[in-house]
């Protein structure tokens, strides 16, 4: 089993628990849903999400996913330009996450200076 994580809102979360899968605007915009690596989540959560409150760490079992998983170049969100000189290389998922590839929903609160810290996986 290989973990991914994706970080979201909660009430995004909430709208795939009614909907029957999860998917984001990134998903028609870049054609993929961003993710990241355990290694990886914090440096993107403190780049994106610093001080944002109501997020959830999606934690995905790639075995599970029905779309494809592919280990690319991050493209920055915020730009949507692709960062090809960043040598780490990130999980994109091509198409929607099915919910039972979701093994947990972890609440992911900022601390007081807006950082964040992992919560146990």
Same mark, same amino acid.
């Given at each position: 089993m290989a973990i991914i994580l994706h970080i979201t809102h909660q009430h995004d979360w909430q709208s795939a628990l009614e909907s029957g899968a999860y998917q984001t605007p990134t998903l028609q915009k870049d054609g993929f849903i961003h993710c990241s690596t355990v290694a990886q989540v914090l440096r993107v959560a403190n780049a994106f999400y610093r001080g944002q409150t109501d997020l959830?760490?999606?934690?995905?079992?790639?075995?599970?996913?029905?779309?494809?998983?592919?280990?690319?170049?991050?493209?920055?969100?915020?730009?949507?330009?692709?960062?090809? #000189? %960043?040598?780490?290389?990130? /999980?994109?998922?091509? =198409? !929607?996450?099915? @919910?039972?590839?979701?093994? #947990? %929903?972890?609440?992911?609160? /900022?601390?007081?200076? =807006? !950082?964040?810290? @992992?919560?146990?996986?």
């Open positions: 959830v760490l999606l934690v995905i079992d790639t075995d599970k996913l029905v779309a494809p998983v592919k280990f690319e170049a991050p493209i920055n969100p915020q730009t949507g330009q692709s960062e090809p #000189e %960043v040598k780490d290389l990130f /999980p994109h998922i091509y =198409g !929607t996450i099915n @919910l039972d590839a979701v093994t #947990e %929903v972890l609440a992911f609160p /900022p601390n007081a200076d =807006g !950082t964040f810290i @992992l919560p146990q996986i």
